[in-house]
């Protein structure tokens, strides 16, 4: 049986476009079938660098980034050079597997909000849909 979250998730999905950059190819494909299941179109990045230098990229409805990818960007930066190139805010969310007191204190001060691994895709889409809201 579907909750009322669910159903709104999946609504919010539909017809969105996602931009998923994922070092853990387990984990970025995950995310682009169950998106791409709720009726979203998904392009995955396994690092910055590559995601940044794709034309248009900043035309994407919502960002899933891990905070840890290989190569130079990290995740903030990441989302800090889009934000940049957007000239706009970013509908985004930061994911990590790493949990420790240090990173925690950094993500206090992070534009965007961070969700810990294993990712509860309920969770992820409601953070995404309160980032989106506030960016209209």
């Known amino acids: 049986m579907e909750s009322q979250n669910d159903v709104s998730n999946a609504s919010f999905a539909q017809g969105k476009s996602f931009v998923v950059v994922e070092d853990d190819a387990m984990v970025s494909e995950a995310l682009r079938v169950a998106l ?4 979203g179109t998904v392009m995955c990045f396994d690092n910055g660098e590559d995601a940044l230098q794709y034309p248009n990229i900043e ?35 930061m994911i990590s597997g790493d949990t420790s007191p240090n990173l925690l204190r950094k993500t206090e001060f992070f534009d965007w909000p961070m969700l810990h691994k294993p990712i509860n895709l309920t969770t992820l889409l409601s953070k995404l849909r309160e980032q989106y809201k506030r960016g209209r």
């Open 59 to 93: 035309n994407a409805d919502c960002y899933i980034v891990d905070y840890r990818l290989s190569g130079k960007v990290n995740g903030i930066n990441f989302l800090s050079l889009l934000h940049q190139k957007m000239r706009k805010s970013v509908c985004a969310v």
């Open 36 to 39: 791409s299941m709720m009726g």
